[in-house]
């Protein structure tokens, strides 16, 4: 099948040369109807709009929308699923509809949500993948790996399912560690694969251990597409040198049905090095970027919450839900292909619940990312915050080195570690005991990240996703 023909089939070739004005007047028109939907047929959204006057006729604006519907978050749905297990009242179909259930990660440890989805809202969903497919250079019958977990989480399993439904090949290896993982990938030579940042590192470390080359045993690699982290623009350069391939990013979330934001040809990172922009597909998902003080809309190029309004859900609605995902919010004219959809800069999705706070400082764990990876001997790392029987408050960073690139001796190994501190009070003004940890005593993380543990909160209990 061409590209040409791929396009016909599965994107909307006309929706991607629409002006950007024409674009948010159909995002708004699909935005009212879902409004109207909810307001008469979901039993939490009608006790939403009632308890805060919403009066949907009097929406005439994406603004009056904003002024006019208040946020939810995590924990509104968490309390309206204990006062109605399991799905709370804003299931708002019979539960015989149901054609799929997802549950949230955990890795807040807030606990996990339970989202419902028709079998209707699972194609519109995979209707999005796409883009991101096509954009990536991939063609139905292309092998693609899959590492993510496939469990009751919507990564793995709408993953899988959304690739199929483009007619590409799916190689489920989750359940597999990361030596089996590169056999199958040598013996198969997949066109792309699917892995968190962190895994990315992972995945090249152990290539150079197995003697691997990517550009002569996977000869047929044409993309990386990756999601769930933040990352450097040191970190995109390498990976791309390493693999030999351009890396291509999306954006999701289970309360949005979907993954929503995609890099298009130009990957996550535009020629002249500036990082890349992962385009909202706005006839899908109203995506907003607000200051997480005021709730006002930020600027071109200012960071803010993302706030997601699901378009076509029909079962488990999300209308203005506050993700606490911190993204840095780019037009649509950021990026050289003219597409009409505005979006969030790649690599740099965070978490604002993921903030440590350290001798009162605050500090993000990527920005602690950046300087401990910017050492190439380093593999991987996991920091501890706890307060010691003094009183005082503790940081602890532990670092395992790559035995190919370990320095010979114990004293230029204790530079190294010196030099490392000395980045980290360089980068976050504060001091930090880096200690070596032994090669392979660290988390490896397949999914979502958590390198970081605060022994000084004991209310929450999170998920982590290791291999």
Same mark, same amino acid.
């Given at each position: 099948?061409?590209?040409?023909?791929?396009?016909? %089939?599965?994107?909307?070739?006309?929706?991607?040369?629409?002006?950007?004005?024409?674009?948010?007047?159909?995002?708004?028109?699909?935005?009212?109807?879902?409004?109207?939907?909810?307001?008469?047929?979901?039993?939490?959204?009608?006790?939403?709009?009632?308890?805060?006057?919403?009066?949907?006729?009097?929406?005439?604006?994406?603004?009056?929308?904003?002024?006019?519907?208040?946020?939810?978050?995590?924990?509104?749905?968490?309390?309206?699923?204990?006062?109605?297990?399991?799905?709370? $009242?804003?299931?708002?179909?019979?539960?015989?509809?149901?054609?799929?259930?997802?549950?949230?990660?955990?890795?807040?440890?807030?606990?996990?949500?339970?989202?419902?989805?028709?079998?209707?809202?699972?194609?519109?969903?995979?209707?999005?993948?796409?883009?991101?497919?096509?954009?990536?250079?991939?063609?139905?019958?292309?092998?693609?790996?899959?590492?993510?977990?496939?469990?009751?989480?919507?990564?793995?399993?709408?993953?899988?399912?959304?690739?199929?439904?483009?007619?590409?090949?799916? +190689?489920?290896?989750?359940?597999?560690?990361?030596?089996?993982?590169?056999?199958?990938?040598?013996?198969?030579?997949?066109?792309? +694969?699917?892995?968190?940042?962190?895994?990315?590192?992972?995945?090249?470390?152990?290539?150079?251990?197995?003697?691997?080359?990517?550009?002569?045993?996977?000869?047929?690699?044409?993309?990386?597409?990756?999601?769930?982290?933040?990352?450097?623009?040191?970190?995109?350069?390498?990976?791309?040198?390493?693999?030999?391939?351009?890396?291509?990013?999306?954006?999701?979330?289970?309360?949005?049905?979907?993954?929503?934001? +995609?890099?298009?040809?130009?990957?996550?990172?535009?020629?002249?090095?500036?990082?890349?922009?992962?385009?909202?597909?706005?006839?899908?998902?109203?995506?907003?970027?607000?200051?997480?003080?005021?709730?006002?809309?930020?600027?071109?190029?200012?960071?803010?919450?993302?706030?997601?309004?699901?378009?076509?859900?029909?079962?488990?609605?999300?209308?203005?839900?506050? $993700?606490?995902?911190?993204?840095?919010?780019?037009?649509?004219?950021?990026?050289?292909?003219?597409?009409?959809?505005?979006?969030?800069?790649?690599? $740099?999705?965070? %978490?604002?619940?993921?903030?440590?706070?350290?001798?009162?400082?605050?500090?993000?764990?990527?920005?602690?990312?950046?300087?401990?990876?910017?050492?190439?001997?380093?593999?991987?790392?996991?920091?501890?915050?706890?307060?010691?029987? %003094?009183? $005082?408050?503790?940081?602890?960073?532990?670092?395992?080195?790559?035995?190919?690139?370990?320095?010979?001796?114990?004293?230029?190994?204790?530079?190294?570690?010196?030099?490392?501190?000395?980045?980290?009070?360089?980068?976050?003004?504060?001091?930090?005991?880096?200690?070596?940890?032994?090669?392979?005593?660290?988390?490896?993380?397949?999914?979502?990240?958590?390198?970081?543990?605060?022994?000084?909160?004991?209310?929450?209990?999170?998920?982590?996703?290791?291999?």
């Amino acid at each position: 099948m061409s590209a040409t023909s791929v396009q016909r %089939r599965y994107l909307n070739p006309r929706l991607e040369s629409l002006k950007k004005e024409d674009v948010k007047a159909l995002q708004f028109v699909l935005l009212k109807r879902q409004l109207e939907h909810v307001a008469a047929s979901n039993p939490f959204y009608q006790e939403l709009f009632r308890s805060h006057g919403v009066k949907l006729d009097r929406i005439r604006s994406l603004r009056d929308f904003q002024q006019a519907v208040p946020l939810i978050d995590k924990k509104t749905l968490m309390q309206d699923q204990q006062a109605r297990p399991p799905y709370g $009242t804003r299931l708002g179909i019979d539960e015989r509809d149901i054609g799929q259930v997802f549950v949230t990660s955990g890795t807040s440890g807030l606990g996990q949500e339970n989202h419902a989805m028709t079998h209707q809202d699972l194609e519109m969903s995979s209707s999005c993948f796409s883009y991101q497919c096509y954009w990536a250079g991939l063609l139905p019958g292309d092998r693609v790996f899959q590492t993510f977990p496939v469990a009751l989480q919507s990564g793995g399993v709408r993953g899988r399912r959304v690739m199929e439904k483009f007619g590409l090949n799916v +190689f489920q290896v989750s359940i597999y560690d990361t030596h089996t993982k590169l056999d199958y990938m040598r013996r198969y030579s997949p066109h792309a +694969f699917v892995a968190a940042p962190a895994y990315l590192t992972r995945l090249a470390a152990v290539c150079v251990e197995m003697g691997m080359e990517p550009r002569r045993d996977l000869p047929d690699l044409k993309t990386i597409l990756i999601t769930g982290g933040a990352y450097s623009v040191d970190w995109a350069q390498q990976m791309k040198t390493f693999w030999g391939v351009s890396l291509t990013e999306w954006y999701g979330s289970t309360q949005s049905g979907t993954s929503q934001c +995609f890099t298009c040809e130009d990957g996550v990172l535009h020629a002249d090095g500036r990082r890349g922009l992962m385009h909202n597909m706005d006839h899908r998902v109203l995506l907003e970027v607000v200051n997480p003080q005021t709730l006002e809309p930020v600027a071109e190029g200012e960071e803010g919450d993302a706030i997601v309004t699901s378009l076509f859900r029909k079962a488990s609605p999300m209308i203005r839900f506050r $993700t606490y995902d911190k993204v840095r919010y780019l037009p649509a004219g950021h990026c050289a292909c003219g597409r009409p959809f505005d979006g969030i800069e790649s690599g $740099t999705v965070s %978490r604002y619940d993921d903030m440590l706070k350290l001798r009162g400082v605050n500090t993000w764990p990527e920005t602690i990312d950046a300087a401990v990876f910017s050492f190439p001997e380093v593999e991987e790392y996991a920091g501890r915050v706890f307060v010691s029987e %003094r009183g $005082t408050e503790e940081v602890i960073v532990r670092v395992e080195l790559k035995p190919s690139l370990r320095p010979a001796t114990q004293d230029a190994c204790g530079n190294l570690l010196q030099a490392i501190s000395a980045l980290l009070r360089e980068r976050t003004g504060l001091r930090m005991d880096v200690q070596e940890a032994a090669h392979e005593s660290l988390p490896r993380f397949t999914f979502k990240v958590r390198r970081w543990t605060d022994e000084r909160q004991t209310d929450r209990k999170v998920v982590t996703y290791t291999e």
